[in-house]
């Protein structure tokens, strides 16, 4: 019997939280047959002094550095993008998400309280609303924590309890 792989989505913003993301994946993901998908949203800056040059730099190093995590633990990553946005970040990923046939969104929440995301935006809230696919949010406060968005049709990988062996 065949089993056909999970397409999921990594949107990395190379932050300490998407970095313990990826570590954190590596347990739920090695049970299952899954392509990844990696994606860096580069912010367009409007105005006289737009730093596209530094943006697509930045976003090319840390897809390189998760594509190399990924491949040292025999994971098939399937494509490593950088997108500029001037809009909503979350609709880029949804966009893409929906373009290349993602199945299911993992990505790292920063933890704002509701103040600091009302004020500054949050991307993982903006995907829980936006997302056709199953959302997977992981935040490291003090404690990590999982929000999940809606299911579909089998098609998600639920993380269970992960234990960190270091």
């Not at 949203?41 to 002094?49: F, K, N, Q, T």
Request: charged letters at 20%; one cysteine or more; proline letters at 4%.
């Amino acid at each position: 019997m065949s089993t056909t792989a999970l397409r999921i989505l990594f949107p990395l913003d190379g932050s300490d939280c998407s970095k313990k993301l990826l570590e954190w994946s590596l347990c739920i993901l090695q049970a299952h047959t899954v392509e990844l998908y990696l994606l860096n949203v580069a912010p367009i800056i409007s105005g006289e002094y737009s730093p596209i040059d530094e943006e697509m730099e930045s976003g090319k190093a840390i897809l390189a550095n998760a594509k190399a995590f990924f491949e040292k633990h025999e994971f098939n990553v399937q494509s490593a993008d950088i997108q500029m946005a001037t809009g909503n970040i979350a609709s880029v990923i949804c966009k893409y998400a929906d373009e290349n046939g993602i199945d299911q969104i993992m990505i790292a929440s920063h933890g704002h309280t509701a103040l600091t995301s009302l004020l500054m935006g949050s991307v993982s809230q903006d995907l829980f609303k936006k997302a056709k696919q199953p959302v997977i949010s992981f935040t490291v406060d003090s404690e990590p924590s999982i929000h999940i968005s809606h299911f579909e049709k089998n098609r998600i990988i639920i993380p269970t309890v992960c234990v960190n062996t270091k």
